[in-house]
Nanobody
Framework: QLQLVESGGGLVQPGGSLRLSCTAS????????IGWFRQAPGKQREGVSC????????YYANSVKGRFTISRDNDKNTMYLQMNSLKPEDTAVYYC???????????????????WGQGTQVTVSS
């Protein structure tokens, strides 16, 4: 079965950090463009960060530049999203995703996704 399984969400105070993980099973993540998306209540899902190992390009939404970092560990078939300096407006359900035959920018901005994770809640609150 082809799936992405996320972990690492939770409650954090403003200014704190969290690291989300997403492990792929049934397929090799190395051959895919990876990405993280989020959806806050009442808002549309948005692309947070997407990264291609093929051309080395990475996309970040303006709202998270300088605070979030996307990465992957091919040996563990896992992608990560390190989130620092968290703000209340970062509160959302976060989804990992994988895509082929697109670009990092198009994956994030056009939501060109082949596989989605189940989502994990991140709440930033004091």
């Amino acid at each position: 079965q082809l799936q992405l399984v996320e972990s690492g969400g939770g409650l954090v105070q403003p200014g704190g950090s969290l690291r989300l993980s997403c492990t792929a099973s049934g397929f090799t993540l190395d051959y895919y463009i990876i990405g993280w998306f989020r959806q806050a209540p009442g808002k549309q899902r948005e692309g947070v960060s997407c990264s291609s190992s093929t051309d080395g390009k990475t996309y970040y939404a303006n709202s998270v530049k300088g605070r979030f970092t996307i990465s992957r560990d091919n040996d563990k078939n896992t992608m990560y999203l390190q989130m620092n300096s968290l703000k209340p407006e970062d509160t959302a359900v976060y989804y990992c995703a994988a895509a082929a035959y697109t670009t990092a920018q198009n994956m994030c901005r056009m939501h060109e996704v082949d596989r989605w994770g189940q989502g994990t809640q991140v709440t930033v609150s004091s």
